[in-house]
């Protein structure tokens, strides 16, 4: 089963303004991922996604970097799939030790790849060869990362305006 989430990719107007975002608050954060404040604080008492900053005792002031958004929307895809909160969580646990050495706001990466095994970020054309190589199964999510940022995009554009 594939879970293809297909929106058309940022403008570069949108791309540079989100890239470039300062970080949100948690109710900001819960506006723009669709999750709610609940969860945003289970998430990370369970350290499956933590915020970038935080500020002050006991988390009080979490602030939700860029990046962190874009992998909010993805965990939100995952659990709107009908996958458990701690497979979602042990795939980010995985990918968190990968010690990837790349941000997602970069316009390199278009896609997480989810196996039963890992949890990695894919540029169109690394996609594509797996396409082509037969290595993707029925097994494994395509999470369109372009789809988060546009929704991030749309969040700020709102703001600005």
Known sequence: ??????????????????????????????????????????????????????????????????DDLILLICIKSLADSGISTSRIKNHF??????????????????????????MSPYSVDDLSELITKNKITSHKFIININTAKNKISAYINDKLL
């Open 93 to 118: 646990e995985k990918f968190k030790k990968q010690k990837h050495d790349y941000l997602l706001s970069e316009n390199k990466y278009h896609y997480f790849v989810i196996s039963d095994k890992n």
């Open 1 to 66: 089963m594939y879970l293809n989430i297909i929106i058309e990719y940022c403008s570069i107007l949108n791309y540079n303004i989100c890239s470039n975002m300062e970080t949100v608050t948690t109710e900001e954060a819960s506006i723009i991922t669709g999750h709610s404040i609940h969860m945003l604080h289970y998430y990370q008492r369970h350290s499956i996604l933590k915020a970038s900053v935080s500020i002050g005792k006991k988390g009080v002031g979490r602030r939700y970097s860029y």
